[in-house]
């Protein structure tokens, strides 16, 4: 290669240049490429060795939209640095692989009204998905509803209970009755419950409210710190709190746990002897080495149902029933809790 073809970028392949290569018409190889079609042996196997040849590589949402149809679906992720999130994404697109879906995916990171999480939609929809799936707790379902009168929605992991918003979601009112019945069972009685608000996030927000109505039950004292995305926002409110007298503090998420413990540590305060601190979501890579106190998220049935949730509505049509499943996790006790 010469120096002045070494800033210029191949031409793309087309389909056009692999059946002349190969010698015969368009229409054939395009239907040779496709599956389809009957073939000598030797006329698939040159058009075969001519486009790999060539490095010709399909334009697959072209090729669907072309025959009036696609097996192209927009995955909306909240940021996949998370490592719930990032476990989610894995597990969707080898479902949807396995189904023979193709994934398109946008992440998306802080972005507490929404409106980030909405532009992804349009650019997705402007790839003309046939479906969309919305993992991410951050986008209200006011939000979601006019994307749902152009293509199928299901949510991967946050409940919906209003509109045509089909879900596979964990059950995260139980999460928090989970984590509540067991900090009572080691004898608190005076309580923080720290979440990011609904805004911020619904699912934590659910299982905050579950934790305060199972505590407030048993009789507890509880005090409610609603914060906003950011783990460690609130945490030196929980530890006000834990220096009037609370024994624990209830997190929301895991990432919020371990920001409380960074700043108890920070404070002279000992896990699990000054007080004890729980999580959710069991996903944080070393969670097990760390003892934390926790819920194991469903992640891999969350996946799989959504996926065949999409995979439904897309070859079987809409029939206008709304499809909703629920899945629980299991609590892991650790070390970062303990009896008072």
Known sequence: ?????????????????????????????TRALKGEGRFSPETQQRILEAAERLGYV????????????TGTVGLMLRDASNPAYGLL????????????LDLVTVTIG??????????????????????????TGGISAAQLEPFADQVPIVRAGRVESVGRIHTAHYDDPTHGRLLASHVLSLGHRNVVVLA?????????????????????????????????????????????????????????????????????????????SDLSVTGCDGILPGADLL??????????????????????????????????RSFSGVLVPGTTAAAV
Request: net charge negative; aromatic share 2%; with cysteine.
């Open 1 to 29: 290669m010469s120096s002045s073809d070494a800033g210029t970028p191949a031409l793309r392949v087309t389909i056009s240049d692999v059946a002349a290569a190969a010698g015969v018409s368009r229409a054939t190889a």
């Open 58 to 69: 399909r334009n697959t949402v072209a090729a669907e939209l072309a025959a009036g149809r």
């Open 89 to 100: 994404f894995s597990r969707l697109q080898d479902e949807a692989h396995r189904r023979g």
């Open 110 to 135: 802080a972005d507490e009204q929404g409106a980030k999480q909405v532009n992804a939609l349009h650019r997705l929809l402007g790839m003309r998905v046939a479906g969309l799936i919305v993992a």
């Open 196 to 272: 990011g608000g609904p805004e911020a996030s619904y699912p934590e927000h659910l299982r905050a409210m579950a934790m305060r109505e199972t505590l407030i039950n048993a009789g507890a004292s509880v005090t409610m710190i609603s914060a906003g995305a950011a783990p460690e926002e609130g945490v030196d409110e929980a530890l006000g709190s834990v220096r009037a007298g609370a024994t624990a503090v209830m997190c929301a998420s895991d990432y919020r746990q371990l920001a409380v413990m960074r700043a108890a540590r920070a404070a002279g305060l000992t896990v699990p």
């Open 291 to 324: 003892g934390l106190t926790t819920v194991r998220i469903p992640v891999e049935d969350v996946a799989a149902a959504a996926v065949e949730t999409m995979q439904g509505l897309l070859t079987s049509g809409d029939t206008g029933e709304t499809v909703r």
